[in-house]
């Protein structure tokens, strides 16, 4: 008889696809309108029991299927992430049952206003600047200097035996040969190294960038990408952005194709080895120790 009473009360919330509350007259007149025939009477303390069991069953039934709608919209967010991040975009999965991320800049008065600029030097490699800025107590203070250039790539890639591709190359910067990841400009129809277009069609799209300079630089090839982040690679100084990407199971496809400019070489290392020339201070770039730190994070 309870075993009836559950299947009956659980078949009624089912049919309903929610949880409603069923009074245990309800079920009383129910049941014994079922077994009229048979003349049966319920108690109600039997019933209460029931309820109760049916509660417990059909509560874990919703259980089960909130998971399974749960994993199946994961699993459709990840496909929309890897495409996004193999294609170069950031992903904006509108994922409004979660909690959105503080306004970092609600509330604050930080911002400063450039109030004006001299273009100590524009040409079609750079554009560096003094500036005046208005601090938010109204002062003014000057020079600022800053800077234009191209956006950039970077690319850790690995070969199919799990070992680092980086390039060994003289920067005049800091007046050492470094070793490094390939790297590259992001290239403009306009034919300037800088600009700020990087929403425009003056741009080259940053992953086909990647794969362009990961060829000519080492004369690899990857199949297997993502986009790891994309980053202001020196807020202090220049307004450019750098794209880190993830490049795997890389296969050697012909030689370099060096621009007049560039002389360098491929080697390749292990994870234990990059760790440590990035302990020794050997590994120079700042960014690349990111985009490091990002691929071993992935």
Not at 177 to 201: H, L, W
Not at 242 to 254: D, Q, T, V
Request: proline share 2%; with cysteine.
């Amino acid at each position: 008889m309870m075993s009836d009473i559950m299947l009956l009360f659980t078949r009624m919330k089912k049919s309903n696809r929610t949880v409603r509350k069923i009074s245990k007259e309800k079920v009383q007149e129910v049941m014994n309108k079922k077994n009229q025939q048979n003349k049966v009477f319920v108690p109600l303390d039997l019933i209460a029991d029931a309820i109760e069991m049916a509660d417990d069953e059909w509560n874990q039934y919703l259980d089960i299927e909130e998971d399974w709608y749960s994993f199946q919209e994961e699993q459709y967010r990840q496909i929309a992430r890897d495409w996004c991040e193999s294609h170069g975009f950031a992903y904006d999965g509108m994922e409004n049952e979660k909690e959105e991320p503080e306004d970092l800049d609600s509330g604050e008065n930080l911002a400063w206003e450039e109030v004006r600029t001299e273009h100590i030097v524009q040409d079609e490699w750079i554009d560096f600047r003094k500036s005046a800025y208005r601090f938010p107590d109204g002062t003014v203070f000057e020079p600022y200097y800053s800077y234009s250039r191209r956006d950039y790539v970077v690319i850790a890639a690995s070969d199919e035996e799990g070992r680092y591709l980086c390039v060994r190359q003289f920067r005049q910067g800091i007046g050492e040969v470094t070793t490094e990841f390939p790297a590259g400009g992001i290239e403009r129809k306009d034919s300037r190294e800088y600009g700020s277009d990087r929403d425009s069609e003056l741009s080259e799209d940053a992953l086909a960038a990647a794969k362009r300079e990961l060829q000519e630089e080492t004369g690899y090839v990857s199949d297997h990408w993502k986009h790891l982040l994309t980053i202001p690679s020196n807020a202090t100084l220049a307004d450019n952005y750098a794209y880190i990407f993830l490049a795997e199971n890389c296969r050697k496809s012909g030689e370099q194709k060096l621009d007049e400019t560039e002389f360098l070489n491929v080697r390749t290392y292990t994870p234990d080895e990059i760790e440590e020339m990035i302990s020794r201070g050997r590994f120079q770039q700042a960014v690349h120790v990111l985009a490091w730190l990002l691929a071993r994070r992935k």
